[in-house]
T-cell receptor, first 112, second 112 residues
Framework: DAGVIQSPRHEVTEMGQEVTLRCKPI?????LFWYRQTMMRGLELLIY????????DSGMPEDRFSAKMPNASFSTLKIQPSEPRDSAVYFC??????????FGQGTRLTVV | GEDVEQSLFLSVREGDSSVINCTYT??????LYWYKQEPGAGLQLLTY?????DMKQDQRLTVLLNKKDKHLSLRIADTQTGDSAIYFC????????????FGQGTTLQVKP
């Protein structure tokens, strides 16, 4: 398996635009996590799914953020409208139940 | 609530030992993990310990677990400049939902 694949690797967008981040988890993994990393706040869990169902979205900052997992091999994190304070590295990770998480390389988002 | 705490920064000289500490409030983890993040990359699993063990050694790495005090540590012997990175400890939450909770990360700086 190629591991967790995220796209794009880098995204620069203007304030107010919609941003969509994509993730392909490792095949067979039950859990998918979206994290955000910034210098100020460290690594924050935004939302996670179990078998494509959102379990806990309490980390999603506000209604501008939404995440979907339409099937076991694909998830998106959408920000609409984007703001400069959303600039961060966004990581997707997947795992088996009770297992360690495998991380993607991350998407570096810059909102100008 | 569930929480994992780490000190934010550690600086050592090349050749010295590094000890990174982590405390957690509650966990149902069968395994407890240490991840390493190098600049510009995602988190990668470095090592782990089974919850019924109190020590695990893996080459230059030693993991100590004190379940009574809910304390986990990572010792790196003969620290090298290539060990400079951010180190995260992670445990599964007490509610056994599959959620993996990370500490804030400890930045290890190795001086030549």
């Amino acid at each position: 398996d190629a591991g967790v694949i995220q796209s794009p690797r880098h995204e620069v967008t203007e304030m107010g635009q919609e941003v969509t981040l994509r993730c392909k988890p490792i095949s067979g993994h039950d859990y998918l996590f979206w994290y955000r990393q910034t210098m100020m706040r460290g690594l924050e869990l935004l939302i996670y799914f179990n078998n494509n169902v959102p379990i806990d979205d309490s980390g999603m900052p506000e209604d501008r953020f939404s995440a979907k997992m339409p099937n076991a091999s694909f998830s998106t994190l959408k920000i609409q409208p984007s703001e400069p304070r959303d600039s961060a590295v966004y990581f997707c990770a997947s795992s088996l139940v009770g297992g360690n998480a495998f991380f993607g390389q991350g998407t570096r988002l810059t909102v100008v | 609530g569930e929480d994992v705490e780490q000190s934010l920064f550690l600086s050592v000289r090349e050749g010295d030992s590094s000890v990174i500490n982590c405390t957690y409030t509650d966990s149902s983890s069968t395994y407890l993990y240490w991840y390493k993040q190098e600049p510009g990359a995602g988190l990668q699993l470095l090592t782990y310990i089974f919850s019924n063990m109190d020590m695990k050694q893996d080459q230059r790495l030693t993991v100590l677990l004190n379940k009574k005090d809910k304390h986990l540590s990572l010792r790196i012997a003969d620290t090298q400049t290539g060990d400079s990175a951010i180190y995260f400890c992670a445990v599964h939450g007490s509610s056994n939902t599959g959620k993996l909770i990370f500490g804030q990360g400890t930045t290890l700086q190795v001086k030549p």
